[in-house]
Structures are given as C-alpha cells and as structure tokens.
C-alpha cells in the first residue's frame, strides 16, 4: 500500500510505496523539463539512498483547460 507524503494543506509532496522502497516526488523544474502539459517524476530507492530515475508524462488535465 502506498502513502502519499502532504504538507498540511494538502499539497502532495511525494508517494512512498514501502513494498518495494521506492519514493516518488513530483518536480516543477523546467530544467527537469517540466512544463504547462507535462508532468515530472523522480524515483529514489530509499534502502540505498541513491535516486533512480526520471519519468515524464503528458498532463491530460492541463492540455483539456488550455484548449
């Protein structure tokens, strides 16, 4: 089961799933390549302390708001 990391109003700062140790946090850097549309993940492995990957994807929210 997974747990959601939130600040106290709510803002979604990560996702844990303890199972495998693996936390999740959304980034906000264009450097990253996040932008209007686009959503950006980063992985850490939490037993080792070593981040894993970068995952990108289309935000079909944003991009039905804009048109």
Same mark, same amino acid.
């Given at each position: 089961?997974?747990? &959601?990391?939130?600040?106290?109003?709510? =803002? %979604? +700062? !990560? *996702? *844990?799933?303890? @199972?495998?140790?693996? %936390? &999740? $946090? =959304?980034?906000?850097?264009?450097?990253? !390549?996040?932008? +209007? !549309? $686009? $959503? *950006?993940?980063h992985r850490f492995d939490l037993h080792k302390g070593? +981040?894993? &990957?970068?995952?990108?994807?289309?935000?079909?929210? =944003?991009?039905? @708001?804009?048109?």
């Amino acid at each position: 089961m997974t747990s &959601e990391l939130r600040c106290p109003n709510r =803002k %979604l +700062f !990560g *996702i *844990i799933d303890p @199972e495998d140790g693996i %936390l &999740e $946090v =959304k980034c906000n850097s264009a450097r990253c !390549g996040a932008r +209007f !549309g $686009v $959503v *950006i993940l980063h992985r850490f492995d939490l037993h080792k302390g070593i +981040f894993l &990957e970068t995952r990108s994807f289309l935000d079909p929210i =944003k991009l039905k @708001e804009r048109s």
